[in-house]
């Protein structure tokens, strides 16, 4: 299976925990990110989530603002989508990250009250 192909049905089997960490952050620290730590030894399911802000996502990703991610992060409808990011190591040893912009997905807004605990 393709890293894009495990990536989308990581997202499709953790819906709702994505959803509610989504909406958890942004109600808490505004627009941001969800953030998956993707190493390439990692079994994707069992890895947490956590929410990176705008302004953190600034800090950890190289030329943030230069990258289309960042005009997600800004453009997304944090009612109803959620922007994911999977972060991991590239083959020239930086960072290599790849979001994603979902709707198709329990609006975030539907999770409030959904206990998240970002090491679930």
Do not use: H
Not at 57 to 72: C, I, N, P, R, T
Not at 101 to 112: E, F, L, R
């Amino acid at each position: 299976m393709s890293i894009r192909n495990s990536e989308i049905e990581f997202i499709r089997i953790n819906g709702v925990r994505i959803a509610a960490c989504a909406w958890n952050g942004y109600k808490a620290r505004g627009r941001g990110l969800v953030c998956v730590l993707n190493n390439l030894d990692n079994d994707l399911r069992q890895v947490p989530l956590n929410f990176l802000s705008r302004l953190d996502a600034s800090e950890v990703l190289e030329d943030w603002y230069g990258q289309k991610e960042s005009k997600l992060v800004s453009d997304y409808d944090p009612e109803k989508e959620v922007v994911v990011c999977f972060i991991g190591k590239g083959a020239d040893g930086g960072t290599d990250f790849r979001c994603y912009k979902i709707q198709k997905m329990p609006s975030p807004s539907s999770t409030a009250g959904i206990e998240w605990n970002p090491l679930a």
